[in-house]
Structures are given as structure tokens and as C-alpha cells.
């Protein structure tokens, strides 16, 4: 048994957060700039450079990328051998989100659903664990927009569907979405589980290195059929016309009742934001 | 794309006549910040027969929740929020004079109809280019409804406020326009 102080988890989360917010990841500003060679329309062109010197100034004056600074959303794999020492993991994790976006100026977007009156701190977190093997805790800080979270939506398909429903589900949510949740955006797309499974595999499909394949053969060609069908209706950059509206399609599947093909869309504006820590 | 238009608020008639769909342009002059509970605060207020917290008559309306301002600064990052949360609002505001929004996304129907009935033109500025939007912000300062936090109303001083004109009072719009351009270019 290891032991992992809360104050250490505290500490991370505080690190992550502010990091997320504030410096974008090498893999999304590759995806930019090869975006601004690729797109079409002048003006999708110029979209991509206005998000990569936005990226710039985000990172060198320590101020967040988006004033949505998001929902804190946490994953965590918890190693079975470690004992968390000095309080409960979700505690210490909504600690450090209070510190992190008070320290860091992050913005506070958390309310009430029916008062709307803010927590004023962020919190709480949204926190997923999973155990695993080990002795290990790993957690990955992913705070999502209003905007983009908004466009998500889960379907439960008939299993006579088929990939043709799969693929014409998706590419209808984003053509719906339009310009909402902030394009050039990555798509994830989770098939298969329960409901509750199947938006967490679209949501986690989003932590994937930008554009990089599935390893499922069958997966990869369905991202790629996917990807070409959105580019395809001409939304472009922010939706104002042009060839890349979605960076990349990420797609995650887990096996289903005989019953159901639950599918669900999770889409992630160009801020795509994680961190991730291992203790 | 036609050229970049250099347009002063409050916005005045010929001004908002001459706007066109696909038009950039930069915006001077003062906005006004207001997002979900600051619009329902305000038609609550209007339904009341109570004012506004400003006179909205010419104004643009910019839908933002800015980040917190670090020290030294005026104003944290602020880019554009989604519009169309604004949808079940912004009539009232148009007959009350508004002649310009400033946010992200596409409007209900209705709305681009009371857009064209009212005179008044819908803007977007790039969603997630908060960081650098924020630099054409010389000065914040909130006026209403503090007690919102980000939502509160903000009296805002911009110089050469990127946007792109998405709606303008002839029915013309530009997320129409740009999908119909670029529709199987892939």
C-alpha cells in the first residue's frame, strides 16, 4: 500500500488547471497550423492564425486561451494500492480547483441549475475514477466550455442502424451545431456501453492526441469517413465557410446490450484543454 | 470579402444600413456586456415597466462573461459567448432601441426577423480568441448586477473590435452564405 497526501493531489490539481487554461497543447497547435495550410477559404485561413497567436499571447502574459475556463472534469485511474491520506479524493481535488482559479484568474462558471447563483469557486468537480493495477494515480485534468459541451447529445440507436446510422447521427449533430461550439473542433464519438459509459467514452476520446488514428482498423476508417463528411458541408473555421470545420474525429467503442447501439457526440471547441499528473 | 470596415458606436442608421453579411469590421466606441441571467434580469426588469440599467437606444450588446483581470489589467481574457441563449431575449431589446450584437453562432429565425423589422445587425467575433480580443478592451467598468460575477453588465471602451457581420437587416447571413460557398470543396 502507497500513500498519496490529499495536499499532494491539492497541489496537482491547482498546477493542472491553470497550466490547461493557459498554455495550449503542442498536438492542438500542430492541428492549427496545419489547418492554416490546408483550409480553403481565405477567411478560415485567417481564423487559424488569429487562434495560434491568441495561443501565443495566452501562454507568454499567463492568461487563460478562453474566458470559458470550463467545468473542471477530472480522470482518474487509481492505482488499488494507494491509499489517499488526509482526506477524500474529491475534496482535495475541489481544493485545488479553488486554488487554481482563484490564483490563476480563471474565470468562475459554476451556478445552480434552477437559481443560477454561482459557487463563486468552481467547484465542484467533476471527478471520474477508475480503478486500476498498482500503486500509481494518474489524473487528468480536461475543463470544457459551456459552448461546446452544450452541442453533446446522446442517442440510442436500434442496432439495425448500423455504422450508416452512426455515421449520419454525427455528422447531423455537427451540422446542427454549427458555428456554436467554436470550430475548428474535435469530434468524439463514443459507441457501445450503457448510456452513462457511452458519453464518457466520447468525452474521453477527446484526450487523444489530436488526429492520431485509432489503433482499430475498423475504428480509424470510420474517424476518417466521419471527418471527410463534416469537412465536406463547408462549414469551415468558426462556421464562416471553408473545408475544416473539424480538426479530427476521435472515435472510442465498448461492447453493448443485444438490445441497444447507444451512441453519443461529445464535441470539444479548438481550446482542447488537458493536463495530465502522475503521483 | 469586402474590404475591413472601421464602424463607431452607438451605431447610427446609415451605419447599420451600410452593413452587409461577409462584412469584417473593426468596432471603436463603447459596448455594453450582457449574457443569460443579465438578459433575463433585464426583460424581468422591462416587464415590470422598470428602465434598463443603461439607455440600450443605438448600443451594440457584446455577449460576454469575462475572466477575472490580473492585476495592472483591464480586463481578464473576453471573447464571445454562444448567442443563441439570447434568443428568447433580444426582441425585447431591439424595440427598446439595440442596434448591434456582438456574440458567436447562429440566430433562431425569429430573430433575424425581428433583426430586419428592428434595424439592428448581429456580429460575431472569434469564439476562443479571448486572449487577444481582450487587447482591443481600453476599459471596463461594471454597471449593473454585480452580484453576477462574470454576468454582470459591463460598460466596455473598445478600439478596433474584430468582427465579422453574420446578419444584416436585409435577411443576409453570413453562416448561409459561407457553408453554400464551401458545400463538398472538400
Redesign the interface.
Known sequence: MRTITAEAVTNAVREMVVGANTNLGADVLAAFRKGAKEE????GRA?FE??I??AE??RD?K???????GMAVFFVELGQDVHIEGGLLQDAIDEGVRRGYADG?????ICDPFT?A?T?DNTPAVVLVELVKGDGLKIIAAPKG??SE?MSRLTMLAPSAGKKGIVDFVVKRCEEA???P?PPVIVGVGIGGSAEKCMTLAKKALLREIGSANPDKELAELEAEIL?KI??????P??????VFAMAVHVEKHPCHIASLPLAVNIS???SRHKETRL | MADIKKIKTPLDAATVESLRAGDQVLISGVLYTARDTAHKRMVDALDRGEKLPFDISGQVVYYVGPSPAKPGKVIGSAGPTTSYRMDAYAERLMEKGMKGMIGKGMRDKKIIDAMKKHKCVYFAAIGGAAALIARSIKSAEVIAYDDLGPEAVRRLEVVDFQAFVINDVYGGDLYEIGKAEYKSAV
Open positions: 480553403k477559404s481565405p477567411v481564423v488569429t487562434l497567436l491568441n499571447i495566452a502574459e492568461v487563460p486561451i478562453c474566458q470559458d475556463t484568474f480563471l474565470r468562475k462558471s443560477r454561482n463563486k459551456g459552448g452544450n454549427g458555428s456554436n467554436c471527410q469537412n465536406a458541408l463547408g462549414m469551415g468558426q462556421g464562416l465557410g471553408g473545408t471547441c479548438h481550446a
